[in-house]
């Protein structure tokens, strides 16, 4: 089971990215992206749920980010718009098989994370 995770890189305040999750060896139930800034603790950005499709949200990305899923491909992805300086982090990809939640600790597999560096 392996999850690879890209499309991190250097942008502009106000500028996007779109970060993808590549699933291999299985499907999960859910999948999430969670957050590291340097000297901070890993946070959860966003989820989905494969079946259904519900999403969830951290609140300091709702409106700006979009999680949604790409069944063929078994890819998931991250839309992210409207990028702050804050945001600037190492974004991780994770999968489970149950229903998504918002706590790292409820992920067993992880994929490598990308830097995203959003300047001022």
């Known amino acids: 089971v392996q999850l690879q995770a890209s499309g991190g890189g250097l942008v502009q305040a106000g500028g996007s990215l779109r970060l993808s999750c590549a699933a291999s060896?299985?499907?999960?139930?859910?999948y999430a992206w969670f957050r590291q800034a340097a000297g901070k603790e890993r946070e959860f950005v966003a989820a989905?749920?494969?079946?259904?499709?519900?999403?969830y949200y951290a609140d300091s990305v709702k409106g700006r980010f979009t999680i949604s899923g790409d069944s063929a491909k078994n890819t998931v992805y991250l839309q992210m718009n409207s990028l702050k300086p804050e945001d600037t982090a190492v974004y991780y990809c994770?999968?489970?098989?149950?229903?998504?939640?918002?706590?790292?600790?409820?992920?067993?597999?992880w994929g490598q994370g990308t830097l995203v560096t959003v300047s001022s």
């Open positions: 060896g299985r499907t999960f139930s859910s």
């Open positions: 989905i749920n494969w079946n259904g499709g519900a999403t």
């Open positions: 994770a999968g489970r098989p149950y229903i998504a939640t918002m706590s790292p600790e409820d992920y067993k597999y």
